[in-house]
């Protein structure tokens, strides 16, 4: 494949003289694979290839995909210009509930916050019999302090310092290795919080601790808590992760920048990720949907529906206009988490999805999985139950093999499983078995995209799907079929398109704050100051980060709601063409003047209504609006 590879109009190297500053690699850890792509960026050439992702320690996996592509290119590991790296050990460690030991410092009488929630329970369970899952940090390791700011962060009753020493020493006697600070109205003044990292730093210089006011400044306490109670709870265990993958590429001569990928689409520094761990927690099939509107770029498309299969799960997302939906919704196993994410929904439907007869003579594909290990019946690995890449294998629609012949397939194996637990029980042929395996993958597939379409005002009809990850266009035909979509689009190298959306992305941050403006006394100088002090907050990162002023997009969005509405539609403020610093084009839409006026909210009004009724199917224009975020 020998496009123009993104990045390619970085400085040209002397390649007679050195290689140093000649390639990118980026690597995508999945549950069985680790996806690798490296390009070079003076001719635009790539390599790809696969490696078994090795759950006890991924760093295994990840520096022998990083040696495998460097044998490819024949290049040398200071070659290397940038490591890209899309990882899942945030989710993983809140998943299985092995983050380490975490503390909660919050306000005085607001113990409690975590317990009370939201009083809501998942819909699939019996709200009589539902317990609530064990929080985080534990009762006994949440500390109340006196302290207390007004809704505008004016000090009301000033901090306990003495409370928070006290506070740190138990911590530390109890082994505590996080720490969460939240307090109370924290996102409009964080020096409360400050200040009591300074004292917990002071007792307890082994912990981290984490900051609401830099972690998720916005308002709603529950939401806030838990975000920062999250971040405290995989920091350490993010930070070792990666350390320990810088260390070890350094070992081996990579001296290169090394950037994470983050649920909005972006990257970020490793150092950013150590303070920040929560912000790659949704971030695993964000690359994948940056890959595919890359690709609908190329052929000319900008509406498409991409789903990624891999080995465990498939992954829906809706790009409109070129653009993906960012959402600050989102679940991490039983926790809201309201960290701005690309909406990709998520179903237990992937090769490794197992099929099941039930006693009842029904048939059930997903969402237990094989997973690397055992992995499916076909791979010889200890797997007994049969799955979608064995049903696959059964029907022809894969040869013999994987990773150009590194992976051998038992066809034999595979057939046996179906015929003992599927076929046989069932009163089915070999063939109806394993096809039948396959219509309800798909069908369960083809629910996810009209999640993302149907039920949000678009006909999926209208747009082209990219199928992709490993098992991604084995199912694209029938998917597409099912849903009366035309137009296809299957990358080269579908397996590994999530690294070339971790080539193609862009650093990217979020800066918010919460400011509740009630209409229709929107005071605009308000408004204009904190999104200059955003704006300040997020030239300086950029400054940091090395981004030069002509490669700068800066993007104004509001986060509204109908007065009485108990959720918030984010916005943006202006759909004009982009500028940068230097007066230059940009990637992203121009915001309006640092002074905001009527005009400005105006148009944000108008913007609002347009998107409520696109999801809701109605507006209130008569209806007061509150500016929130």
């Not at 709603?220 to 995989?234: K, W």
């Not at 972006?266 to 890359?294: C, D, H, K, M, W």
């Not at 939906?325 to 999805?353: K, Q, Y």
């Not at 230097?582 to 400005?600: F, I, N, Q, T, Y």
Request: hydrophobic share 40%.
């Amino acid at each position: 494949m020998n496009q123009k590879a993104p990045g390619s109009d970085s400085p040209a190297v002397d390649t007679q003289t050195s290689q140093v500053g000649r390639y990118s690699v980026a690597l995508d850890v999945g549950g069985t694979f680790t996806d690798v792509t490296l390009v070079d960026l003076d001719s635009g050439a790539l390599w790809t290839t696969k490696t078994p992702t090795t759950p006890p320690d991924p760093g295994i996996g990840f520096l022998t995909g990083i040696e495998k592509a460097l044998a490819l290119a024949g290049a040398k590991p200071d070659a290397l210009t940038y490591v890209f790296h899309g990882t899942t050990t945030a989710t993983n460690a809140i998943l299985e509930n092995k983050g380490v030991l975490t503390a909660l410092l919050t306000t005085k009488g607001f113990r409690y916050v975590l317990e009370i929630g939201r009083h809501d329970i998942p819909r699939t369970s019996n709200m009589f019999a539902y317990v609530k899952p064990a929080r985080p940090v534990p009762p006994e390791l949440i500390f109340e302090i006196a302290e207390r700011l007004d809704i505008d962060g004016g000090e009301l009753e000033p901090l306990d310092e003495a409370a928070v020493r006290v506070a740190a020493r138990q911590l530390k006697a109890a082994g505590v290795e996080s720490v969460a600070i939240c307090f109370v109205h924290a996102y409009a003044n964080g020096a409360h919080e400050r200040r009591a990292r300074d004292i917990l730093q002071e007792e307890h210089l082994a912990c981290t601790v984490s900051l609401s006011s830099e972690v998720l400044p916005i308002f709603r306490e529950y939401e806030r808590s838990l975000a920062t109670v999250l971040n405290a709870y995989v920091q350490p265990i993010v930070g070792r992760y990666v350390g320990r993958l810088e260390s070890q590429m350094s070992d081996r001569g990579i001296h290169a920048p090394f950037r994470i990928m983050k649920s909005n689409g972006g990257v970020i520094s490793a150092e950013v990720v150590r303070r920040q761990p929560i912000y790659t927690a949704l971030s695993g099939p964000a690359a994948g949907v940056i890959g595919a509107r890359f690709v609908g770029e190329l052929a000319g498309y900008a509406d498409l529906i991409s789903v990624d299969v891999g080995g465990t799960s498939a992954d829906v997302c809706l790009i409109r206009g070129g653009e993906a939906e960012v959402t600050n919704e989102g679940h991490v196993g039983n926790w809201p988490l309201h960290v701005p994410r690309i909406d990709i929904p998520t179903i237990g439907a992937g090769g490794g999805s197992i099929a099941r007869a039930a006693d009842d003579g029904t048939l059930t594909v997903g969402p237990a999985s094989a997973g690397a290990v055992p992995g499916p019946v076909c791979y010889g690995a200890g797997g007994v139950e049969p799955t979608v890449t064995d049903a696959n294998l059964v029907l022809g629609r894969i040869p013999p093999y994987l990773l150009g012949g590194e992976i051998s397939l038992d066809v034999d194996r595979a057939r046996r499983a179906i015929e003992e637990r599927i076929a046989g029980p069932l009163g089915l042929s070999l063939e109806s078995a394993a096809n039948g395996i396959l219509e309800i993958v798909n069908n369960n597939m083809v629910g996810a995209i009209r999640i993302v379409s149907v039920e949000r005002g678009y006909d999926p009809r209208d747009f082209a799907l990219v199928p992709f990850g490993g098992a991604g266009p084995l199912h694209g035909g029938q998917i597409a079929d099912l849903l009366g979509m035309r137009t296809l689009l299957v990358p080269r190298n579908p397996g590994v398109l999530s690294t070339f959306g971790l080539l193609a992305t862009e650093l990217k941050n979020d800066y918010a704050r919460t400011s509740l403006q009630q209409a229709p006394d929107y005071d605009y100088e308000e408004m204009s100051t904190i999104y200059a002090e955003l704006e300040r907050d997020a030239t300086a990162w950029l400054d940091q980060e090395g981004v030069a002023p002509g490669d700068r997009g800066l993007r104004r969005l509001a986060d509204l709601r109908y007065r009485h509405q108990g959720f918030e539609i984010t916005v943006p403020w202006d759909d004009g063409g982009a500028t940068t610093d230097d007066g230059g084009s940009a990637v992203d839409v121009r915001p309006p003047s640092s002074a905001l006026g009527p005009e400005d909210v105006a148009r944000l009004l108008a913007n609002f209504h347009a998107r409520h009724e696109q999801l809701y199917t109605y507006r209130l224009e008569d209806a007061p609006v509150e500016i929130v975020t």
